[in-house]
């Protein structure tokens, strides 16, 4: 199976940045895509921003022009830069990868596909 890791939340003022990673472990031999999702109370959760192994990248109208999302293929890694963080960020962030390949001996083929994957998540707090 798949693991996912989030760290670097924590609590900012408005106007402060931010930097998320998330490190997928396991035999992995590829990532089709990761990204980035925000769960606020009581509201459902929310796609921030998300990178193909290609490197096209999409964002939410909300964090466009704030947030960067980059990725580091050979480390499994993915991280978010927010910038200009703003009262409205505040939110549990996920991690989530998506068309994982995974080295498995009980396939013909040798590896398995997931069709995603979630981290546990990493609290953000932005004060005014």
Do not use: H
């Amino acid at each position: 199976q798949v693991q996912l890791v989030e760290s670097g939340g924590g609590l900012v003022q408005a106007g402060g940045s931010l930097r998320l990673s998330c490190a997928a472990s396991g035999s992995i031999l590829s990532i089709n895509a990761m990204g980035w999702y925000r769960q606020a109370p009581g509201e459902q959760r929310e796609l921030v921003a998300a990178s193909t192994s290609g490197g096209s990248t999409n964002y939410a109208d909300s964090v466009k022009g704030r947030f960067t999302i980059s990725r580091d293929n050979a480390k499994n890694t993915v991280y978010l830069q927010m910038n200009s963080l703003k009262p409205e960020d505040t939110a549990v962030y996920y991690c989530n990868a998506q068309g994982v390949r995974v080295r498995s001996q009980f396939y013909a083929l040798g590896y398995r596909n997931y069709n995603d994957a979630w981290g546990q998540g990493t609290q953000v707090t932005v004060s005014s």
